[in-house]
C-alpha cells in the first residue's frame, strides 16, 4: 500500500476509534494487508495547534490497524498528563498518526558522544535507566531544536535531572513516517 493510502487509512481508523468511543459510527478498517502487520504506532491529538494527547507503542507487539486504533483511544481518554477529550473537543481535533521504524541501540562513550551522533528533526529517542524510561518523537526536534536541550527534557521526562548521566544510561533511536489530517483534508471531502 503506498505510503498515502496507507496514512489516509490510518488517519480514518484513529479518528473512528475515538468516535466511537462518542457513540458515532464509522467504516470498517478496510482489508489491507499492511493493517494485519505488526507495527509500532504513536498518535497524537493538537486542538488549537497545542497538544491536547499522545500515546504510543515503541515495540510492534499488534497488528498495525489495532495499534492505531488502541492508542487513538488512549491519547483521547487516557493520557495522564490531560482531562479526557470531550465530544465537544473531537470534531477540531486534529490528529497525527506516526509509523515507527525499529528501534536502534545508539552506542556512546559518554554523553558527548550521544551529542554528536543525534540528527534533529529525524531521530526519535527513547532514553532509560533503571526503570526510567521515556521517548521524545522526532516532532519534538520542533520544539527543542538543540541537542543539549532535547536531551535534557528527555531526562526530565523520565524523572532524571536534565544534567544526569551514567554508563548505564541506556539509549535507543528511531525514525518515523507521519501523516496529519491537515495533509489529507481534501481527501476527506
Not at 491529538?45 to 507487539?61: A, F, Q, V, W
Not at 527534557?153 to 501523516?179: I, M
Amino acid at each position: 500500500m503506498p505510503d498515502r493510502e496507507l496514512g489516509g487509512t490510518l488517519l480514518r481508523i484513529a479518528r473512528e476509534a475515538i468516535g466511537a468511543e462518542f457513540g458515532l459510527r464509522g467504516r470498517s478498517m478496510g482489508d489491507h494487508e499492511a493493517l494485519d502487520r505488526r507495527g509500532a504506532t504513536f498518535v497524537t491529538l493538537l486542538l488549537d495547534g497545542e497538544l491536547r494527547g499522545c500515546i504510543g507503542s515503541l515495540m510492534p507487539r499488534r497488528p498495525l490497524g489495532r495499534d492505531v486504533r488502541a492508542n487513538a483511544v488512549a491519547a483521547a481518554f487516557r493520557d495522564p498528563r490531560f482531562s479526557p477529550l470531550a465530544a465537544a473537543e473531537f470534531e477540531t481535533t486534529s490528529i497525527e498518526v506516526s509509523l515507527l521504524s525499529p528501534c536502534e541501540r545508539v552506542r556512546l562513550a559518554d554523553e558527548e558522544h550521544l551529542f554528536s551522533q543525534l540528527r534533529p528533526g529525524i531521530d526519535g529517542l527513547i532514553i532509560e535507566y533503571g526503570r526510567r524510561r521515556a521517548t521524545f518523537l522526532p516532532q519534538v526536534w520542533e520544539a527543542l531544536a538543540e541537542p543539549r536541550q532535547f536531551v535534557a527534557a528527555l531526562k526530565r521526562k523520565a524523572g532524571l535531572p536534565a544534567d544526569f548521566w551514567s554508563t548505564r544510561v541506556n539509549v535507543s533511536r528511531y525514525s518515523v513516517t507521519k501523516w496529519k489530517e491537515t495533509e489529507f483534508l481534501s481527501v476527506q471531502a
